[in-house]
C-alpha cells in the first residue's frame, strides 16, 4: 500500500492534495518547464495523435510527483545501519498506520499558511507533514530553513505544537548520511512539543545517535 492509498479513507484530503499537484504541472507547462523524458513518452504512447500528448504529460507528470512523495518517504522508513538498526525516521510508519498523519502539499500562493494550520487544527490529526511546493514569488531554494521555522514557530507560540523544517537545499548530515537531500521537496512537520520530547528520549536509549557526531547531535536542538 503506498502513501496516497494510505489517504484515500480522507477524501477531502486527498483530493485537496491531487487538485495542488495538477495545478503544480499546470504552472510548470505556462512557463514551458517540461520533464523531457516524461515528454518523449507522452509522445510514444500518444499513437501519432498530437492533441493526446499534452493530456497524457499532465498524467504522467502529476504520477511522477506522487512517486517522488513516495520514494522519500519509503526512504525514512527503511531501517539502517547507520541509525543503529533503526529507520530514518522511526515513528513514521506508525504515524501512517494510525491514519493519525496529515500529509497536506501546500502551494503558498493557493492558500495561506493559516489555512493550512485551520485545516489540521480543525482535524482528528495529531501530527502533520506539509510538502511545499514552489509558488509565484516563491523558490524554496532560497528560504532559509532556520528563519523560516523561527517564522512558523512565533504562529504556532501559543499552542502546544511546535514546527520543525527541513530543506533539501541545505548541508546536513545525520550519522554522516544526507537525509534531507533526499527529499525532492521542502518540509515542514507540525507535532506537539510533548510528542517530540517523549520521541527523543526513546531514541536516547536506542542505538539511533550512535554514529552521530557531536556537531551533529547539536543540530538536533536547533
Not at 539511533?208 to 543540530?219: G, I, P, Q, V
Request: net charge neutral; charged share 30%.
Amino acid at each position: 500500500m503506498g502513501l496516497f492509498d494510505n489517504f484515500k479513507k480522507e477524501t477531502r484530503n486527498l483530493r485537496i492534495s491531487e487538485n495542488i499537484i495538477y495545478e503544480q504541472v499546470a504552472d510548470e507547462l505556462n512557463k514551458g518547464i517540461k520533464k523531457e523524458g516524461l515528454w518523449l513518452k507522452a509522445i510514444e504512447n500518444s499513437n501519432g495523435l498530437e492533441h493526446k500528448v499534452k493530456p497524457l504529460y499532465i498524467k504522467y507528470r502529476v504520477s511522477s510527483i506522487k512517486d517522488e512523495i513516495q520514494y522519500y518517504f519509503d526512504y525514512l522508513q527503511k531501517p539502517s545501519d547507520v541509525f543503529g538498526g533503526m529507520p530514518v525516521c522511526p515513528f513514521l510508519k506508525a504515524e501512517l498506520e494510525s491514519n493519525k498523519l496529515l500529509v497536506e502539499i501546500w502551494k503558498p500562493n493557493e492558500f495561506s499558511f493559516n489555512e493550512v494550520w485551520d485545516k489540521f487544527n480543525d482535524s482528528d490529526f495529531d501530527s502533520a507533514i506539509i510538502i511545499c511546493l514552489d509558488a509565484d514569488g516563491l523558490d524554496w531554494r532560497n528560504v532559509d530553513r532556520k528563519s523560516y521555522q523561527k517564522f512558523i514557530q512565533k504562529f504556532l507560540k501559543k499552542t502546544e505544537y511546535k514546527a520543525l523544517c527541513f530543506s533539501p537545499f541545505e548541508e546536513h548530515t545525520a550519522g554522516g548520511e544526507e537525509t534531507r537531500k533526499k527529499s525532492p521537496y521542502f518540509l515542514i512537520n507540525i507535532a506537539t512539543r510533548e510528542a517530540l520530547n517523549q520521541a527523543h528520549k526513546k531514541l536516547l536509549n536506542t542505538k539511533y545517535f550512535d554514529n552521530f557526531s557531536d556537531k551533529e547531535k547539536t543540530n538536533l536542538k536547533v
